[in-house]
């Protein structure tokens, strides 16, 4: 049982959280007083004030219990090696592309000082939101959250700007507090390369070895639509800014995504299992059912104060352990578990993608979303909502406007695109999707066909058990859908 277990479970404690924490090691004072003072009520006998501080102490990885594997690296001029890889990752594991954007790399651009000047918003504009994304440890988050971390937006703690992020990990007030998952566009438009018309120096096109990601299929030009995550303009690619020493904890990343992270400045350690070895990692599936977090600590596999869930990890024959560098590019196949240690101050930007290569996985998780998603709709038109507002409003959620276009669009064709040229951001979104030049206005258009199924699929009620319901209710609706014009061959190129 570890000490974070014990922490969310027990309640028959005889101290508190707050009060071993009394202390809190230098740089960790402000999380705790945000977060385990308040959110920490629980505690046991079992845990001592020095186990605790271990959660977040800046100790190096510990050894793997067995040999590890080294992943494929493969240079970023080698266009056909990295599709070839691209196409097999889900069984052949993490690429590493070195040399990834050639000579646009210049690390000199990607220290935290040039960042933090390049990041700073222009004299006399206040900072405003979206405020920057950021996540730290707390010990009740291993085996609860995702990567064990905690999210908020930076202003939970004072940090409105990404300078001020990189001032307070500097003077040790945030050591613990990474920019984790910010939306670059946001946090510091300068970082990307957004349009041939736009001439900043050092910004990061998108990497020529991903053109495509269905998740922007419905999207338009500058990245507007209706988006996987609530349909936010340039929700990816994202940036991470972390100190030395930080780390995330073991996860798999949602929906079968795949990512690739490119590493611009500092170090960072990865481990990353596959898919039949997360049964070694001590999952503990979410209340939903619909995610998995891992208790088993994959950085720090001796660590006394995880012995009994650690233990299984030498059970785990493949582990890839590598070192990603700056100007390096790491892919992570979907549904493979990856942990991250920053060797050094890090800077990095990420994109989680679906393409040819995870399509099929990414439908199928869809699915399962799409039949909860209709089984509520139903449940809602039997408390009294009405039809066409409720039928509008579904069409809307992502997740199923997403599966209605996508299970009646997949390309029959699964192969793996490289481009001559990375391009600019601008570019890469008005690709990926047939409604671009219509605006907003084409997507609305296609949104409603999938109104109309569900008006349908409420009118001619159907006759269902509860245990077949969603099942039910899906294959019903796909009928309805494809009839609506999905698979018309009009907009079958994507
Ligand atoms: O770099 C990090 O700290 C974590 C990156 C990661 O694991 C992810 O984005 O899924």
Redesign the pocket.
């Known amino acids: 049982m570890t000490c974070y277990y014990l922490a969310k479970h027990l309640e028959a404690c005889e101290s508190k959280f707050s009060d071993l924490w009394s202390t809190a090691p230098d740089g960790y004072q402000d999380i705790f007083n945000f977060v385990v003072a308040k959110e920490c009520p629980a505690s046991c006998g079992v845990c001592s004030e020095e186990q605790l501080r271990a959660t977040v102490a800046e100790a190096d990885p510990g050894d793997w219990p067995r040999a590890a594997l080294s992943p494929k690296r493969i240079p970023g001029s080698d266009g056909d090696a990295v599709r070839a890889h691209l196409a097999a990752a889900a069984d052949l594991g993490p690429l590493v592309i070195t040399h990834a954007m050639g000579p646009l790399f210049r690390p000199e651009a990607w220290t935290r000082s040039a960042l933090r000047s390049r990041c700073s918003p222009p004299a006399g504009v206040p900072p405003a939101p979206p405020w920057p994304t950021i996540a730290f440890r707390q010990p009740s988050s291993v085996g609860a959250k995702w990567?064990g971390l905690r999210f908020e937006n930076g202003a939970a703690l004072g940090v409105r700007d990404l300078p001020s992020l990189i001032d307070e990990q500097d003077s040790g007030r945030l050591a613990g507090v990474?920019l984790?998952?910010s939306p670059a566009n946001h946090t510091c438009t300068r970082t990307l390369h957004r349009s041939a018309n736009d001439h900043e120096p050092d910004a990061m096109p998108a990497p020529r070895f991903f053109p495509r990601d269905y998740e922007v299929a419905l999207g338009g030009r500058d990245g507007e639509g209706l988006l996987r995550k609530g349909g936010n303009k340039w929700d990816d690619p994202d940036i991470?800014v972390?100190k030395r020493g930080t780390k995330?904890h073991v996860?798999i990343?949602g929906h079968c995504t795949r990512?690739w992270?490119l590493q611009l400045n500092g170090r960072?350690l990865w481990r990353v299992l596959p898919p039949n070895e997360t049964v070694h990692l001590a999952g503990v599936p979410n209340e939903k059912g619909t995610d998995t977090h891992f208790l088993a600590d994959v950085l720090e596999p001796q660590a006394e104060r995880n012995a009994d869930v650690n233990a299984s990890l030498g059970a785990a024959e493949h582990m890839f352990e590598f070192v990603l560098s700056p100007g390096e590019l790491a892919v992570i196949p979907e549904n493979w578990a990856?942990a991250?240690f920053n060797l050094d101050d890090t800077i990095?930007i990420?994109y989680n993608y679906v393409d040819e290569a995870n399509l099929p996985c990414y439908l199928a998780s869809l699915r399962a979303h799409a039949g909860r998603l209709l089984v509520k709709f139903f449940s809602q038109l039997a408390q009294g909502r009405a039809l066409t507002d409720a039928a509008n409003a579904f069409a809307h959620h992502p997740p199923l406007a997403y599966y209605a276009h996508l299970s009646t669009r997949a390309p029959s064709e699964r192969t793996i695109r490289v481009l001559d040229d990375h391009q600019p951001w601008g570019d890469f979104f008005a690709q990926q999707g047939p409604y671009a030049a219509g605006g907003t206005a084409a997507i609305e258009a296609e949104v409603q066909k999938f109104a109309r199924a569900l008006f349908m699929l409420a009118s001619t009620a159907p006759e269902t058990t509860d245990s077949e319901e969603a099942e039910v209710l899906l294959e019903r609706f796909d009928q309805l859908n494809r009839e609506q014009g999905g698979s018309n061959g009009e907009h079958d190129e994507l």
């Open positions: 990567a990474a984790f998952d991470f972390s995330t996860h990343d990512f992270m960072k990856h991250v990095a990420t």
